[in-house]
């Protein structure tokens, strides 16, 4: 054997190493794309894409439907609203009309005897009772439409020295306009009073 066979010998071990390894790595990534068996990592970020794209996939009917039916429904919603608004606006007229202010008249005149001087004003849609001693001293009474069910309110406003004190609540709670009676108004305003009588 000469001198160089030994080395021939290794070098060619070491290429037959080489193209066997290469020759596995090549037959591992053909067996995968092929469908064959891959790494467990690999498999778990393929199925998490693919369940990312699946999940996240919305049909152009499905939202069609969709906010067709929103929208049907705020369309009702509205027109319901707009109904039960205007119901409530004819409902509180009556009761300004036939209930509020004949109670509050003859609160008024009540006060007067009592020596309590008041005032009755009807602006518009609106009625208050108004202290003649300051123009920041009244009760009035209001609509609150936007409540559910809409209700009449009650704003109080008067002074206490160089303060001017403001309060708003119902004349009775969660009660239309066309169920308030005498009685709940006469109550109100006796309530609503106070700040007057204890003076």
Known sequence: MTPERPFKLARDARLVARSTAAGLAKA???ARSDGGPASPKLDRLRGATAGACHNGRVE??????????????????????????????????????DVATPVTRLVANTLKAEGYSFTVF???????????????????????????PPQVIGRISHTRGSRTISDERPVKADTPPESLSEEDVLAFLLTALEPWLER
């Open 28 to 30: 591992r990534l053909v």
């Open 60 to 97: 152009v009917s499905l939202v069609r439907n969709r906010l067709k039916r929103a929208i049907d429904a705020a369309r009702e919603r509205g027109q319901q609203k707009r109904q039960q608004s205007a119901a409530a606006e004819r409902a509180y007229d009556v009761f300004l009309k």
């Open 122 to 148: 009807t602006p518009g849609s609106g009625l208050r009772l108004a202290s003649d001693r300051g123009r920041d001293d009244y009760i009035e009474f209001a609509l609150d439409g936007g409540s559910d």
